[in-house]
T-cell receptor, first 116, second 112 residues
């Protein structure tokens, strides 16, 4: 069964450092997403990406964040200067379609980001 | 604004019993809802979805009910098994159709 894969599973970094989280969405999917989940809290939307551009972003997704699809398979989330409060699980998701009537998003296993 | 919340943070049921997990939403214009299951250390896993033009949808051992009048949906799991132990989230689609807005989650614990 096709799945979304994320690497690394755990990333430890120092405050102020740049990190890049990587994702390989399901191959025939066109819509890509990043979410985060702070320990013990709900999953929060960060950004969606379609046709090589951001289609929607949340207030969390400020200038420190960027996304890119550098090639035909990878989808990355970059945090330029990490802060302690960026520590969280980051989930990548993808969907075949999107819309208010149908949008099944399939999630990867996540990358745990620990900022020290 | 859009918000989705869950009534109970934890639910403990005996193996073989039926489970009901509830969710309330505040945006009366919400068109689409999804239930996800999240096991420890894993990402959310799609269970079942429902559109706002439906009251009920059934899957394998799961049923989702939608009551638009009181803005409430529930997930019913029949004959709950130990493998059903997880955190369950309801999510609603944003007005743009891109973002999923998740509730806080209900932790389901199945005891033998």
């Amino acid at each position: 069964e096709p799945e979304v894969t994320q690497t690394p599973s755990h990333q430890v970094t120092q405050m102020g450092q740049e990190v890049i989280l990587r994702c390989v969405p399901i191959s025939n999917h066109l819509y890509f997403y990043w979410y985060r989940q702070i320990l013990g809290q709900k999953v929060e939307f960060l950004v969606s990406f379609y046709n090589n551009e951001i289609s929607e972003k949340s207030e969390i997704f400020d200038d420190q964040f960027s996304v890119e699809r550098p090639d035909g398979s990878n989808f990355t989330l970059k945090i330029r200067s990490t802060k302690l409060e960026d520590s969280a699980m980051y989930f990548c998701a993808s969907s075949e379609v999107r819309g208010r009537a149908k949008n099944i998003q399939y999630f990867g296993a996540g990358t745990r980001l620990s900022v020290l | 604004g859009e918000s989705v919340g869950l009534h109970l943070p934890t639910l403990s049921v005996q193996e073989g019993d039926n489970s009901i997990i509830n969710c309330a939403y505040s945006n009366s214009a919400s068109d689409y809802f999804i239930w996800y299951k999240q096991e420890s250390g894993k990402g959310p896993q799609f269970i079942i979805d429902i559109r706002s033009n439906m009251d009920k949808r059934q899957g394998q051992r799961v049923t989702v009910l939608l009551n638009k009048t009181v803005k409430h949906l529930s997930l019913q799991i029949a004959a709950t098994q130990p493998g059903d132990s997880a955190v369950y989230f309801c999510a609603e689609i944003s007005n743009s159709g891109y973002a999923l807005n998740f509730g806080k989650g209900t932790s389901l614990l199945v005891t033998p």
